[in-house]
Nanobody, 114 residues
Framework: QVQLVESGGGLVQAGGSLRLSCSGP????????MGWYRQAPGKQREFVAQITRGGSTNYADSAKGRFAISRDNAKNTVYLQMNSLKPEDTAVYYCHLFTTRDYWGQGTQVTVSS
């Protein structure tokens, strides 16, 4: 059973920053790409960012220039640094891992006030 645990969400004013963290099992964490998704109320879950096991990154257009994904394989942790936050970034953020199936964390709430 793969368990992903997110942390770091919260309430922040527009223009502020947050850093999300996601920890996973060391036995497989470093072998796979990791990603972040988000789901706003009434909307579908959407891709935010991904980092390969080699460190290559990919971002949704909405995240480019403001968010940065990184990973620390020694700590089995992936991060999402979010800067210049906007009210439309308000959502539950989920950590994602795909091996032979999708694995999701429990989600962490990010609320950006205007």
């Amino acid at each position: 059973q793969v368990q992903l645990v997110e942390s770091g969400g919260g309430l922040v004013q527009a223009g502020g920053s947050l850093r999300l963290s996601c920890s996973g099992p060391g036995s497989i964490f470093r072998l796979y790409a990791m990603g972040w998704y988000r789901q706003a109320p009434g909307k579908q879950r959407e891709f935010v960012a991904q980092i390969t096991r080699g460190g290559s990154t990919n971002y949704a257009d909405s995240a480019k220039g403001r968010f940065a994904i990184s990973r620390d394989n020694a700590k089995n942790t992936v991060y999402l640094q979010m800067n210049s936050l906007k009210p439309e970034d308000t959502a539950v953020y989920y950590c994602h891992l795909f091996t032979t199936r999708d694995y999701w964390g429990q989600g962490t709430q990010v609320t950006v006030s205007s």
